[in-house]
């Protein structure tokens, strides 16, 4: 059992809250049994470490006391279980792809994870200057879709470059003026969704080689999440 927050090990663990850590190391913590069981089920569980009295099956498993559970916790409640996961990177594009430019709030990539997941894309690919995905809010909102996911990180140029390369349409979205995601049929392509202040840079929309918009009264009350996820839906029916 470990019950000091000065030991090497949690020290080293606290680390994981800052993103630039995250990244040198290829590691994250995760919260919430649920979450910890989707890290199992696909293979990214490391570890897990337990408050005392409470149990967990996996092997590498280590007992903490509440105050450690404390100095590892990213909420503000008191976990009973907490996670050591590697992080998702696949090395090519799979299936319908996901791309996410410049986007900054953890909820709202969350939400487009589960999207994703839910309409059938397999693939979600985010630009270097987007909201780590690791990041505790969007592990959490996106309620472990990221575990399931071909997961990416990849600049802009690089992507369209390969996208290109392998055949894949790429769908650049708009607030108007773009060709109706509803009367659209496509297979095999790329949805690129932009910051949520500016919309998709210059350079996405020259790279699109369609421009899609949702035909409704008050499209600009829709966020990227809602509205990207009424395109992947729109796309996956069509």
Do not use: C, W
């Amino acid at each position: 059992m470990i019950t000091s927050v000065n030991n090497p090990k949690i020290k080293d663990l606290v680390r994981l809250h800052q993103a630039k850590y995250r990244k040198s190391t290829g590691k994250f913590l995760i919260e919430n049994e649920h979450l910890i069981q989707e890290a199992l089920d696909t293979g990214y569980l490391e570890e897990v470490f337990v408050i005392e009295g409470e149990t967990f099956e996996f092997e590498r498993q280590t007992q903490i006391t509440v105050e450690v559970a404390k100095k590892l916790a990213q909420t503000q409640s008191v976990p009973q279980i907490i996670g050591v996961a590697s992080k998702p990177q696949a090395d090519d594009f799979k299936g319908n792809i996901l791309f996410l430019e410049d986007l900054q709030d953890p909820g709202n990539v969350g939400t487009l994870l589960r999207s994703a997941l839910s309409f059938g894309y397999q693939t979600v690919v985010l630009s270097p200057k987007s909201v780590d995905f690791t990041n505790d809010k969007v592990v959490r909102s996106s309620q472990g879709a990221l575990f399931h996911l071909n997961m990416m990180e990849m600049s802009l140029p690089l992507f369209t470059k390969k996208a290109f390369q392998q055949g894949y349409q790429i769908l650049g979205s708009v607030v108007s003026s773009g060709t109706s995601v509803r009367s659209l049929s496509v297979d095999k392509h790329a949805l690129l969704l932009g910051n949520e202040g500016q919309g998709l840079s210059p350079q996405a929309i020259q790279a699109s080689q369609i421009l899609i918009s949702i035909p409704t009264v008050a499209f600009e009350s829709l966020n990227v999440a809602i509205a990207g996820s009424i395109m992947m839906y729109e796309l996956n029916e069509s």
